[in-house]
């Protein structure tokens, strides 16, 4: 059975174990706690359990670590580092065939109140996005969302063995014969 670690990096280290399940259900009750305690949540997701996934698939197979950092920014502002790692089989796009995704994903997010409006400055700022949050923290649902984002549109494999490409050998013209009646009178 894999397990995931949390370790509060508060006053008392306390490192909890949790099962793959409970992960699932697994909320963070308050993310703005999470992060100006500077927590830290570790796991592996399977990939089986990340269900927005399965369409993009070619095999429901393989798992995805991750580490989600919360920590306080230069400015006060309450802050999440969400670093994830795996391979995912993505189905391309042209043989339907696996391609082994290798996923790195390294995010900064800034927690904000669900109801912050945000100027436009600070929403064309590229160095963090924000995460809109009225406390609860859905773990498995962040680190999901972030992989969807980190996948490419249309994944394919640089040099495609397309079914029926290797016996094709040399095409034929079909307007060959036409070629002949060229300049032939009525």
């Known amino acids: 059975m894999q397990h995931f670690v949390l370790t509060w990096k508060a006053k008392n280290n306390i490192i909890l ?35 927005r996934l399965h369409d993009l698939l070619a095999e429901v197979t393989g ?8 920590f306080k920014g230069e400015r006060g502002q309450f802050m999440l580092r969400l670093e994830a790692a795996g391979v995912v089989p993505l189905a391309c796009q042209r043989c339907l065939e696996a391609i082994h995704f290798e996923l790195k994903i390294d995010s900064l997010l800034q927690l904000v109140p669900e109801s912050t409006e945000l100027s436009q400055e600070e929403l064309e700022d590229d160095t963090r996005d924000f995460l809109p949050l009225a406390g609860e923290l859905k773990v498995a649902e962040l680190v999901e969302d972030e992989i969807l984002l980190a996948l490419p549109v249309a994944p394919r494999h640089e040099k495609c063995g397309l079914p ?12 060959a014969a036409l070629a002949g009646l060229k300049g032939k009178p009525n």
């Open 17 to 51: 174990r949790l099962s793959r399940n409970s992960l699932r259900l697994k909320t963070v009750s308050d993310g703005f706690a999470f992060a100006r305690d500077g927590r830290v949540l570790e796991g592996t997701l399977a990939v089986a359990e990340l269900f």
């Open 63 to 70: 798992s995805v670590d991750f580490r989600l950092q919360g």
């Open 164 to 175: 029926g490409a290797a016996d094709a050998g040399e095409r034929i013209n079909p307007f």
